[in-house]
Structure formats: C-alpha cells, structure tokens
C-alpha cells in the first residue's frame, strides 16, 4: 500500500508552495482544494446544490449574487459567509466533503509515485488524522501568517483575524503532527525542509511496499 503524508497547516501557512516543491520532485500531489474547485465547475450538479442552500443567505448578508454572471461561484463572499457562521460552515462541509474525498481517493488510486502528499486544510479540524501515515504540518507564527493573508486575499485585518480564529489553534495542529516544516523566513527556506523530508518518506515508503515480482 502506498505511503500517504496527510499535509495541513493554517490558511496561508504557505502549504501551496510545500506541496509545490513535493510536485517538483515527483510526487504525486492531490490537493482537496484543487479537487473542490474541479468539482465546483459552472454547470456541475454539486455547485446548483451550493447556489440553491447558500446564494439566498449570500443575497440577504452582502445584497450580492452568489452566482457570478460567467456562472461560477464568488467564492469570496461564500468565504465570508461561512467564516462568520459555523453553522452555515457546517452545511458546507457536509455538501463539499464527501464529493472531494471520493474523488480523492480515485486520484490516489491511479497515482505511481512512491508516495503521496494530500494537501488537505481542516485535516485536523476534520479528525482525519488516521487516514494518512503521517501528518505533515506547515508552521507559521499568527502574526506572520495573518500578514500574508491580508496581503494575499486584500481583506482587512480583522475579516483575516476571524478568518484565522475558524480554525483549531495552532498547538491543536502541531499537537497532531508527526513532522512539521517551518515557513517562517524566506520561501527558498523550504527547499533543504522538503527534500529532508522527501529522502524521508522514500525510506519509508520503501519500508512499507511490497517486494515487485521477480
């Protein structure tokens, strides 16, 4: 059985760019946020599920249509929304979660590397833990990553604060990590991290599959 590595972190913790150098060496990467964003194609049956449970709660909120007009989904006010409501979190996990995680699994299911990395956000919030061999988590101090994520999505600081407090805290995170990367200088910082890592993993993958046929 391949070797999974469950990768986590806190929004704009910089997991994109981990994953990125793992893809840069080979490795299969399936990402549940490209997954979802594949799943939420205009026309697609899941997204009509999303417009029709949340657009009339994003028209009240913000007087803004969920709906863009090339029919696909503003997924910032859709952000928004779910960001200030755990409730309205909650359905949309419900709707999102069990779609991407099958497809997930028939993209590992084809994947040939020697191990896997998916990216997957609320990893811990999920409980997922026991799906994966090891955690992965991608670390970065609150202040830098709220910093970053103000900078990268142009929100206030205080939307981005909320934003950040949705999430579990981050001892809860490294509390679950089996091996941790931290993304708190310069992004070539990453690299010697990740190729560590990637000898790693290889070893270990290499420990757990099977003997080929001779």
Known sequence: MTLRIGLTGGIASGKSTVAAHFAALG???IDADEVGRELLQPGSALLEQIFERFAP???QLYGLPLRRPDGSLDRRLLRGLVFEEPAERAALE???HPAIQARMEALAAAATSPYQVHVV??????HSESRYDRVLVVDCPPA???ERLVKRDGTDAQ???AMLDAQVSRARRLASADDVILNDADPEALVPQVSALDRKY???ANAVSPPLPR
Do not use: M
């Not at 956000?121 to 999920?126: A, Q, S, Y």
């Open 202 to 204: 290889r070893t270990l």
């Open 144 to 146: 830098l990553q709220l």
């Open 27 to 29: 490795i299969a990467v």
């Open 159 to 161: 939307q981005a604060q």
């Open 57 to 59: 709660g994003i028209l």
């Open 94 to 96: 419900a709707l999102l």
């Open 121 to 126: 956000p609320l990893l811990v919030e999920g």
